[in-house]
């Protein structure tokens, strides 16, 4: 291995075919493009790549990675430590490129490597890792798509419950066990498991997730003490958004309870259980310590920064939410569109900021719908009608080609998409007939939507206390809404703050009083 630097200046970069592998964030990126993997292998890899043209044994990587006092089977998990490298270098094991194995030995890094240091390192642009979600397929006709559109952005708020950030967790396979031989089936399940779930670039979550918790209760009835099981199969939960969400984080929370009964010290399994007490409970207190307790254990944990951020911004603790969100995204850059920096500016209301940030996401990711919504709101807010319509129709335009696209194969011609944006009604007006929709409906009973979502767009359409009483039910109902835990905050609700019945929504998130957690907010986080 050549160097750039000297003894006193140890390299912060590997630099090998067309790779970078940063040593101190363990990120791999290829030409600029960040290349997901997970943290334990981007640690054999960078014992690998760091010692290039030695042998490294087997045992030799299993105390380095996993320490000499485990008893995970080190067999299956060096094995799949190799096989997710090769998948990110895209090397071949009957002709490696990169790495070698050295039958009944281990394993030698065969490609010339650069150690550099940081300061030579360019900051390079963080571009998408795998495609965009999927988009719904929707129903044809003018009026039929702008209502379908609109609930669209709206869903957003009322599905995504829990973290959208999930899959940047660095909680990703194997996992070390501290208290028995854990049996080669169940790991080798629980590893597939954790694959399903950690894939960034999954168009089949639900699916995905519902495979992984097959898998993981298999693996759990041959080895019911598995505590990384426990905490798996709680994040699967969070991502079964076909049940009710209350019953997706009461599962989850069990499986957090008992991966921490099992192992008091796995930094995952308290970020799990901080999820449920906030977004369940709306235990504030008990999130936050479980958070500071998670970052205490694993300070990289991407999940307990990312709700670190979302418990300090959602009491009004802009600065430290901003910059725990942008922590959280400097260790999982590939999860821009995740961890959905713009939204915690708009809840700051910094509009220009939160608009720089969804237009930064948009450039990348097109069709997310998330980064609309942002944009949409900003221009409310700021009370610019002009801007709130270009960018629905911007929305609009990008949604009806991905909907024909997936129709046909074929993206639509320009005249016929003028043509159908042509009458659109305004931003503001589309709300209005939404609104329209669900007060005529009465009930959203069978629809597994949020009752946060006519909240929105009552309030946006001028009525309060429906938006109210929405709101109530869904905190009532245990939705597991984002828009419920930023209540206090969260500039959509102004119109609604003094109004009654306002005070009692608070009160049931349990952010009337802010005095009792600031300090500890402090305490934890400081």
């Not at 999130?287 to 999940?303: I, K, S, Y």
């Not at 915690?344 to 998330?370: G, M, S």
């Not at 009752?451 to 245990?478: D, F, K, M, N, S």
Request: some cysteine; aromatic content about 8%; proline content about 8%.
């Amino acid at each position: 291995m050549t160097t750039a630097t000297g003894p006193e200046a140890p390299p912060e970069v590997l630099r090998f075919g067309g790779f970078e592998l940063r040593l101190d964030s363990l990120e791999l990126r290829r030409q600029g493009d960040p290349v997901p993997l997970q943290q334990q292998p981007a640690r054999v890899l960078a014992l690998l790549a760091g010692r290039a043209g030695a042998t490294i044994p087997r045992q030799e990587i299993r105390d380095a990675i996993w320490g000499e006092e485990t008893f995970v089977d080190s067999e299956q998990g060096i094995n799949y430590c190799v096989r997710q490298i090769r998948i990110a270098l895209d090397d071949d094991a009957e002709s490696p490129r990169f790495v070698e194995t050295v039958p009944k030995v281990g394993y030698r890094f065969v490609a010339p490597v650069d150690a550099v240091p940081g300061e030579e390192v360019a900051p390079r642009p963080v571009r998408p890792v795998g495609p965009a979600r999927s988009a719904p397929r929707w129903r044809s006709g003018p009026i039929a798509v702008v209502l379908l559109v609109i609930l669209a952005i709206g869903a957003v708020a009322g599905t995504v419950a829990v973290l959208r950030s999930r899959r940047s967790s660095d909680a990703g396979p194997p996992v070390a066990v501290r208290t028995a031989v854990i049996p080669e089936e169940a790991h080798f399940r629980y590893l597939e498991a954790r694959h399903l779930l950690d894939r960034a670039d999954s168009a089949h979550p639900v699916a995905d997730a519902e495979r992984a918790i097959e898998l993981l209760q298999a693996a759990l009835e041959e080895a019911p003490d598995y505590a990384p099981a426990h905490a798996a199969l709680g994040d699967a939960w969070l991502y079964r958004y076909d049940v009710p969400r209350s019953e997706a984080l009461a599962n989850a929370e069990r499986s957090a309870q008992r991966a921490l009964d099992l192992d008091p010290e796995m930094a995952q399994a308290h970020a799990l259980d901080a999820t449920t007490r906030l977004f369940l409970h709306f235990d504030w207190d008990g999130a936050a310590e479980h958070v500071g307790r998670a970052l205490e254990l694993d300070p990289r944990n991407v999940d307990a920064l990312f709700l670190k951020a979302v418990l300090s911004s959602a009491r009004g603790r802009h600065d430290e939410g901003i910059a725990a969100a942008r922590h959280a995204l400097e260790l999982a850059p590939g999860h821009l569109p995740d961890i959905s920096l713009g939204w915690f500016y708009f809840f700051a209301r910094r509009y220009d900021q939160a608009i720089e940030e969804a237009e930064r996401i948009l450039e990348l990711v097109p069709t997310d719908e998330p980064s609309h919504r942002v944009l949409l709101l900003a221009a409310f807010e700021m009370g610019d009608e002009e801007r709130a319509d270009r960018e629905f129709r911007r929305f609009w335009r990008t949604r009806l080609v991905e909907v024909v696209e997936a129709r046909t194969g074929e993206p639509p011609a320009e005249e016929w998409l003028d043509d159908q944006l042509e009458d659109s009604p305004g931003a503001r007006e589309v709300f209005r007939i939404g609104w329209q929709s669900f007060d005529n409906q009465r009930s959203l009973e069978g629809q597994g939507m949020s009752p946060t979502i006519p909240a929105e767009y009552a309030v946006l359409a001028g009525e309060a206390a429906p938006a109210i009483h929405y709101l109530l039910r869904a905190c009532q109902e245990q939705t597991g809404s984002w828009d419920l835990v930023f209540v206090a905050e969260d500039p959509r609700w102004d119109p609604l703050r003094g109004q009654p019945g306002f005070d009692e929504v608070l009160r049931c998130v349990g952010v009337d009083d802010r005095s009792g957690l600031i300090p500890r907010l402090r305490e934890l986080f400081e």
